[in-house]
Structure formats: C-alpha cells, structure tokens
C-alpha cells in the first residue's frame, strides 16, 4: 500500500525538476494526480507516470492565473472526486539584476508566479479540504526566503512570503484538520539552476558546486520530493506551519569562514 493511495493530488511546475520528480514519486504511492504546468514537459511527466502504471492528468496552466487555478482544482473534483493534496511547486527565478537597475513589471511577474500562485492554490484547494476535515497542503519556498545571498531581491522577497503565508495560513485553517507546510530547496539541479551548472562545465569548476554546504555537493530533484511526499502523507499528521531546509545543511551555518572544529 502506498504512503499516498487514492489520494488526490494537484502538483504546480510538474512539468520538470522538482515537480516532475514529485509527480513521479507521489504517483508509485498511489497518488491519483492533476499535473500542471505552463510547458509541454508536463505532457512528459504524465506519459512517464502513465507508462509506469500510475493514474495522472496533464493540465496546461499558468499557476500565477486565477481563472486557471480554479480550473485545475475543478479538474481535481471532476477527475477524482476529491482533493487532497496540493502542492503549490510552480516558481521562477529572477536572476541577479543590480537592485537600481530593477523594474516594477519584474517584481510583479516574481511576485505573481512564486506569491500569488501559491495564494491562489491555498485560497481555493482549503474549501474541498475543509468539507471533508482534511488534508495536506504543500508549498515550494526557498533558502532565499530564510536568509540573504542566496538570489535576486524579488526572489528572496517572494519565497520568504510564501513562508509567511505557511504560517499564517495554519492558523486560519485551526480546528479543521487541513495541514500546511513549506519546503525549502537549497541548491538543486534542475531546469532552473541548468545554467549555473552549464556554466560550471563550461569553466571546468563543477568542483565548487555545493561547496558551501557541508555535504559538498548539489541536491536531486528526488532529495525535494521526498520531503514533500513525507509533508503530504499521514506520516506528517503532527507537522503543521512549518517550513524546512532541504540544503545539505548550507542553512544551518553562520556564514564564517573559519574551519570545522
Ligand atoms: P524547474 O525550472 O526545473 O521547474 C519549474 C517548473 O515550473 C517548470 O516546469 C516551469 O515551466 C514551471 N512553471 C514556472 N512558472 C509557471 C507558471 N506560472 N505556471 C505553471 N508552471 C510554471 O525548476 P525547479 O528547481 O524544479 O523549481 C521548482 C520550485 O523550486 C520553484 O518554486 C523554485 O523557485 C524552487 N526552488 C528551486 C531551487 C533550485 O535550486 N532548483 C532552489 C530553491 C527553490
């Protein structure tokens, strides 16, 4: 019996990285999934999923849209008759633009995708979750959304309110049974980070990568959804409002130089 079995399960950004791992993950415990993103890729995820015996849907949808967050979650209660799990995974990096030099439209569009996406999938997946007296909610946040140096401001800005809104939010579902949680990646090879590690190959330094974190390497897109699919199960009955590092342990220092002890 699978950890997620018959559970129905919305994951945003499904179409790479991160969320395809999860959506293949979630799937072989028994996840009954919606996969979404804005890119074709989550037509992959779902013929993969499919090939291996999994039960998904591929949805087409701009996660930072409030007409097509209701329609995914529509697509959920049609599909499967329910909705269990949401994992509001879907995010955009803002790249590193000298703070004087950044626009308003830029930090709209962060703020749309990596805030107000998530908003949105919590806004209207909490109605289904509440009638029935639970469920699970999961949001990507960031390293960047706990400390500096991490990204660009909008980036960091935007994850640390999606930490913010985890918090806030389990208290307005007290009593209800819904639970929320955020996960906060580290350095994790996927499509967003491609170009650092490119880059890395190309000057022949892929030794420093992760570096800084004191597993000295880069994290998997597994390592991610492990987590979530912990957050998402019955396991996690008791965890609630809470955000954690999932970084090799990079979060967990003060940023000295000096030697281990
Ligand atoms: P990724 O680029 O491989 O995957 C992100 C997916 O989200 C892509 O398939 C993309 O098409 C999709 N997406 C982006 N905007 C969307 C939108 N508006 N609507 C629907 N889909 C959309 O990157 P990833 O690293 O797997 O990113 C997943 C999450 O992890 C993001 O929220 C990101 O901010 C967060 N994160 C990643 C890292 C890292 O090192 N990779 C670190 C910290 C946080």
Known sequence: MGRLEGK????????????????????????RLIAV????GVNETVAEIRKA??????????????KDVIAFIDKALSAYG???????????GG???????????????VLRVNLIG?????????????????????????????????????????KAGVISLVQTTAYSLSGTGVRINAVCPGLIET????????????????????????????????ELAAMGLFLASDEASY?????????GGLTASMPYAGRPI
């Open 8 to 31: 129905s399960v919305i994951i945003t950004g499904a179409g790479s990285g991160i969320g395809r791992a999860a959506a293949l993950m979630f799937t072989r415990e028994g996840a």
């Open 37 to 40: 993103d804005r890119t074709d």
């Open 53 to 66: 015996g999994g039960a998904a849907e591929a949805v087409t949808a701009d996660a930072g849209s409030e």
């Open 82 to 92: 329910k909705l269990d799990v949401i994992w509001a995974n879907a995010g955009i």
């Open 95 to 109: 790249g590193l633009i000298p703070l004087a030099e950044q626009t308003v439209e830029h930090w709209q569009e």
């Open 118 to 158: 998530p908003f949105l999938a919590v806004k209207y997946s909490i109605p289904h979750m509440v009638k029935h007296g639970s469920g699970a909610i999961v949001c990507t946040a960031s390293v960047a959304g706990l400390k500096a140096n991490a990204s660009g401001h909008p980036y960091a800005a935007s």
């Open 191 to 222: 499509g967003m980070t491609k170009p650092i590690f490119d880059n890395a190959k190309e000057r022949g330094t892929e030794g420093k990568i992760g570096q800084l974190n004191p597993l000295k390497r880069a994290g998997q897109p597994h």
């Open 239 to 247: 965890v609630n409002g809470q955000a954690f590092p999932v970084d």
